[in-house]
């Protein structure tokens, strides 16, 4: 089956810094992609959409100069965490769509210390 | 708003007992339904896909409904056993390709 990928799978940081996690759709085009964030013991909660050539949709409460979100190309979408502080440490999972589904990233945990 | 709830938040079972999880949703427009597996630490493990022409879909032990009037999707898992153990997610992902995530189920499955 289709599969997603997400690299790194995890990263830490220091307070301050930049990080940029990448998801890619391996064998199919995905013109949309979605961002979610986990803290925990909590659910998924959807950051963003991303579409393919054109700006990002961020939901209410999430801040876009924040959470830079590019989606260059049919496979491949970023969402890079600026200024990263301890409270943006958390499992970001990104997901593919396909016509009939979509399909889930293993998800990168981000520390920032 | 869809808003989707998961009941019940936690549950625990002897080995080998049948068990059903219950997932409600606020609006029925939706375009499918999708139950996943999150173990501890680890990303979702997609478990079963009804699209919202559907009334249930069935893999080996486990078995999801889904009543679209009513706003109900259940989960039911036959013959339960320890590696069942995890947090059960169910997401309503809407015509525009958003997903909602319940707040899952962590069920514990005793030896």
């Known amino acids: 089956g289709a599969v997603v990928s997400q690299h790194p799978s995890w990263v830490i940081c220091k307070s301050g810094t930049s990080v940029k996690i990448e998801c890619r759709s391996l064998?199919?085009?995905?013109?949309?992609m979605f961002w979610y964030r986990q803290f925990p013991k909590q659910s998924l909660m959807l950051m963003a959409t991303?579409?393919?050539?054109?700006?990002?949709?961020?939901e209410q409460g999430v801040e876009k100069d924040k959470f830079l979100i590019n989606h260059a190309s049919l496979t491949l979408s970023t969402l890079t965490v600026t200024s990263a502080h301890p409270e943006d440490s958390s499992f970001y999972i990104c997901?593919?769509?396909?016509?009939?589904?979509?399909?889930f990233g293993p998800g990168t945990r981000l520390l920032v210390l | 708003k869809q808003e989707v709830t998961q009941i019940p938040a936690a549950l625990s079972v002897p080995e080998g007992e049948n068990l059903v999880l219950n997932c409600s949703f606020t609006?029925?427009?939706?375009?499918?339904l999708q139950w996943f597996r999150q173990d501890p630490g680890k990303g979702l493990t997609s478990l079963l896909l009804?699209?919202?022409?559907?009334r249930e879909q069935t893999s080996g032990r486990l078995n999801a409904s889904l009543d679209k009037s009513s706003g109900r999707s259940t989960l039911y898992i036959a013959a339960s056993q320890p590696g069942d153990s995890a947090t059960y997610l169910c997401?309503?992902?809407?015509?525009?390709?958003?997903?909602?995530f319940g707040d899952g189920t962590t069920l514990t499955v005793k030896p």
């Open positions: 997401a309503v992902r809407t015509n525009a390709g958003k997903s909602t």
């Open positions: 009804i699209q919202s022409s559907q």
């Open positions: 609006d029925s427009a939706i375009y499918n």
């Open positions: 064998d199919f085009q995905a013109t949309t």
């Open positions: 991303s579409n393919e050539g054109s700006k990002a949709t961020y």
């Open positions: 997901s593919a769509r396909a016509p009939e589904t979509q399909y």
